[in-house]
């Protein structure tokens, strides 16, 4: 067959969705000596979800900084800037998930048979998507950018500085993509510590710049966007010249050109992830104008609690991203295992995930129920009011409740996309925020006002962790039946 018929039927659809793989005893594709075949879980979780936390990590960071700047120099309303502006960062991460985690285990899943033919058009494909998407969603976000945030919830007073910030921050959108999802695709390749050089570079530029430009220069919301975009374009660049330079396999312009086979199987496998973020974008809208409207009939005002919003869920984002490194981290170890049906080693990295997850997922419960003035008091200037820090406290303490078992969801919904069943992943990325949350979201406060706001999160945390339980039990007992 001609290298360039690949796609459609003729390309990698998975294993059967009635059987979870390839009938037992099928002795499997060739292994090649990979190392995701034969090294130790442990070994390979360490080389893998390390680098793709601290990666993670820093992509949270990245508009935590700017919080943290804008906070002390400009003071609540541009805290409440970011955070109307929040949604437009979690559409660019769900791009690049869409694409980043769907190309790198696609291309996992084919070099795990053996295919080193097809595979790098799954990641080439996956490459040149990443910037296509980010230049439409920039231009997208500044035709239409007063509107947009008028939708996600800004008032009157906060609307001059989210423009501000945003007018500059959707220049980087390409850049942003391109390094999120990228960094997967590179982690595939097993160079799992450029993809975290990649991101630590950006994010201590990005330091450098805000305090420069924030601080030393008082640019205020532009200084911070700024910082923010140069960070952004270095970390790109790093991907780029590391495409040209892949491990595993060759690529080739040829690779870069879109087939719809090729995409339409990338973006089935990482619909999950991209659904999650978009998800969290809709949350987000839904909460800022939640905020604004039961706010105003409060004793907090309409700006402190979209405010104390932003910043909570920011500081749970460093969290969350530990376990989402945690379950990216495992997706090679998985992809290829399954493709290669060793079983044993796909639940063992599952249920190290698992377990590490719980663990520091337990030590942010208890830091939020005990010091959460403190957290506050960081990003915010001595001008914030004591409304500000009132609320602040009751959201990290009842929203946060069930903060421990946060980290069974996003883990699970990786395993069924690493697996190569994205249906199942979609379906439980939709559970927490889109089943559970949103309609919490929205009937609770009309019985307990802004109050019901804060209840509706750990409702929706406990029910969707129950799922997760539920489908990783009936998964594994169908992997144990193919081992007979």
């Keep these: 067959m001609n290298e360039n018929e690949i796609g459609g039927p003729r390309g990698y659809n998975g294993p059967p969705q009635g059987t979870g793989g390839p009938p037992p005893g099928a002795g499997g594709p060739p292994q090649g000596g990979s190392p995701l075949g034969t090294a130790p879980v442990r070994s390979l979780m360490l080389k893998f979800a390390i680098p793709s936390i601290v990666g993670m990590l820093v992509s949270a960071l990245y508009?935590?900084?700017?919080?943290?700047?804008?906070?002390?120099?400009?003071?609540?309303?541009?805290?409440?800037?970011?955070?109307?502006?929040?949604?437009?960062?979690?559409?660019?991460?769900?791009?690049?998930?869409?694409?980043?985690?769907?190309?790198?285990?696609?291309?996992?899943?084919?070099?795990?048979?053996?295919?080193?033919?097809?595979?790098?058009?799954?990641?080439?494909?996956?490459?040149?998507?990443?910037?296509?998407?980010?230049?439409?969603?920039?231009?997208?976000?500044?035709?239409?950018?007063?509107?947009?945030?008028?939708?996600?919830?800004?008032?009157?007073?906060?609307m001059p500085y989210a423009k501000e910030y945003v007018k500059y921050t959707a220049l980087g959108f390409p850049f942003l993509i391109l390094t999120t999802g990228g960094g997967h695709i590179i982690r595939a390749d097993g160079s799992p510590k450029m993809t975290m050089i990649c991101n630590i570079t950006g994010a201590v530029v990005n330091t450098i710049?805000?305090?420069?430009?924030?601080?030393?220069?008082?640019?205020?919301?532009?200084?911070?966007?700024?910082?923010?975009?140069?960070g952004q374009v270095i970390s790109a660049v790093i991907v780029i010249v590391y495409c040209f330079n892949f491990k595993t396999v060759y690529l080739f312009g040829r690779h870069l050109f879109p087939k719809a086979g090729i995409v339409s199987r990338i973006?089935?496998?990482?619909?999950?992830?991209?659904?999650?973020?978009?998800?969290?974008?809709?949350?987000?809208?839904?909460?800022?104008?939640?905020?604004?409207?039961?706010?105003?009939?409060?004793?907090?005002?309409?700006?402190?609690?979209?405010?104390?919003?932003?910043?909570?869920?920011?500081?749970?984002?460093?969290?969350?991203?530990?376990?989402?490194?945690?379950?990216?981290?495992?997706?090679?170890?998985?992809?290829?295992?399954?493709?290669?049906?060793?079983?044993?080693?796909?639940?063992?990295?599952?249920?190290?995930?698992?377990?590490?997850?719980?663990?520091?997922?337990?030590?942010?419960?208890?830091?939020?129920?005990?010091?959460?003035?403190?957290?506050?008091?960081?990003?915010?200037?001595?001008?914030?009011?004591?409304?500000?820090?009132?609320?602040?406290?009751?959201?990290?303490?009842?929203?946060?409740?069930?903060?421990?078992?946060?980290?069974?969801?996003?883990?699970?919904?990786?395993?069924?996309?690493?697996?190569?069943?994205?249906?199942?992943?979609?379906?439980l990325s939709l559970t927490r925020q889109i089943l559970f949350f949103i309609p919490l979201l929205l009937i609770m406060p009309l019985f307990f006002k802004i109050n019901g706001i804060l209840y509706a999160a750990p409702i929706a945390d406990a029910l969707s962790a129950i799922v997760a339980i539920i489908m990783a039990r009936h998964e594994f007992r169908a992997m144990k039946a193919l081992e007979w």
Aim: charged share 10%; hydrophobic share 50%; net charge positive.
């Design 63 to 158: 508009n935590m900084v700017d919080q943290l700047f804008i906070g002390k120099a400009v003071g609540t309303l541009g805290n409440t800037a970011t955070s109307i502006a929040f949604p437009f960062t979690t559409g660019c991460m769900a791009i690049a998930l869409l694409l980043g985690i769907g190309g790198a285990s696609c291309f996992n899943l084919t070099m795990g048979r053996g295919d080193k033919k097809r595979a790098p058009y799954f990641a080439g494909n996956a490459l040149s998507l990443l910037v296509s998407c980010g230049v439409i969603l920039s231009a997208i976000t500044l035709v239409f950018l007063t509107p947009l945030l008028k939708r996600f919830g800004a008032t009157d007073a906060v």
């Design 267 to 427: 973006c089935s496998i990482g619909m999950a992830s991209c659904f999650n973020q978009l998800a969290i974008a809709i949350v987000q809208i839904v909460l800022n104008n939640s905020l604004r409207h039961y706010g105003a009939l409060s004793e907090y005002g309409a700006n402190d609690p979209i405010a104390v919003a932003g910043i909570v869920m920011k500081v749970n984002m460093i969290v969350f991203s530990i376990v989402i490194g945690l379950a990216q981290g495992t997706q090679p170890i998985e992809s290829f295992n399954y493709g290669a049906q060793k079983y044993d080693r796909v639940r063992s990295a599952f249920w190290m995930a698992v377990k590490t997850g719980a663990a520091i997922s337990l030590v942010a419960f208890v830091v939020f129920q005990l010091f959460p003035r403190q957290i506050l008091g960081v990003f915010a200037n001595n001008e914030a009011s004591e409304g500000y820090y009132e609320f602040g406290a009751k959201f990290f303490r009842i929203s946060f409740f069930f903060t421990w078992i946060n980290c069974l969801q996003p883990i699970t919904a990786t395993f069924f996309t690493s697996i190569g069943k994205p249906i199942k992943g979609v379906f």
């Design 209 to 230: 710049l805000d305090a420069v430009f924030v601080i030393g220069l008082d640019w205020g919301m532009k200084g911070a966007a700024i910082a923010t975009v140069i």
